[in-house]
């Protein structure tokens, strides 16, 4: 508990921050230490923070599969052990992770792969396997608000290697402008169908009630 305040303390902007949210449920599938989970949402969030977007972390906890939907986290992240980079050089961000998508591009469920990360990091050690987990994270959820596709430089590049890495670890590994307005267009959207849908609902227990 003292290191996650520790880390929020770290990468926390002034207070009375205002800005777009989601909520993130973190599945710890392979049971990694409790602190590597940590550092890598304090990366993820740092992404999304420093284009004004706060991110709620969950545990993969009974919200996930809640009925009522509103309970229900934004997105989950599932952190699995395994991964295995093919050749040494840059590495497919399809080695590291994936995010799950219908044909029409819509998803909320993505996986990151500890494995292969490490041997990202063993390849060039510019940064730690928890700062490129989270940078991950932050690259598959970049997914499931912006949809499929790849960019030739920068946080959605296809494949990283030593010049991304270096980038990371200087906090200049970023969504673009472009990127940016679409992630919160796309949230505001889904905050706003939410209110609907939450008044819709109070307006039908409200004509049900005696």
């Not at 602190?35 to 992404?47: D, F, G, L, R």
Request: overall charge neutral.
């Amino acid at each position: 508990m003292k290191g996650r305040l520790l880390i929020w303390m770290l990468f926390s902007t002034a207070t009375g921050f205002a800005g777009e949210h989601m909520s993130v449920a973190v599945c710890n599938i392979g049971v990694l230490p409790a602190q590597v989970i940590e550092h890598a949402e304090a990366e993820a969030a740092y992404v999304f923070r420093a284009m004004g977007v706060e991110v709620h972390w969950t545990s993969c906890a009974a919200e996930v599969d809640a009925a009522d939907v509103r309970m229900r986290p934004d997105f989950i992240v599932r952190v699995r052990v395994c991964g295995h980079i093919a050749k040494a050089g840059p590495a497919s961000l399809a080695a590291m992770g994936r995010a799950f998508m219908d044909p029409g591009g819509v998803g909320d469920m993505a996986d990151v792969y500890y494995g292969a990360i490490q041997e990202l990091t063993l390849l060039f050690p510019f940064a730690g396997a928890d700062q490129v987990m989270g940078y991950t994270m932050a690259h598959e959820l970049g997914h499931l608000l912006i949809g499929e596709g790849h960019r030739p430089s920068g946080l959605m590049r296809a494949a990283w290697s030593k010049t991304e890495l270096d980038a990371l670890n200087h906090r200049q590994l970023k969504f673009n402008d472009v990127e940016r307005a679409v992630i919160v267009r796309m949230l505001r959207s889904r905050a706003a169908a939410s209110i609907a849908g939450s008044k819709a609902t109070s307006g039908r227990n409200s004509a049900l009630a005696p």
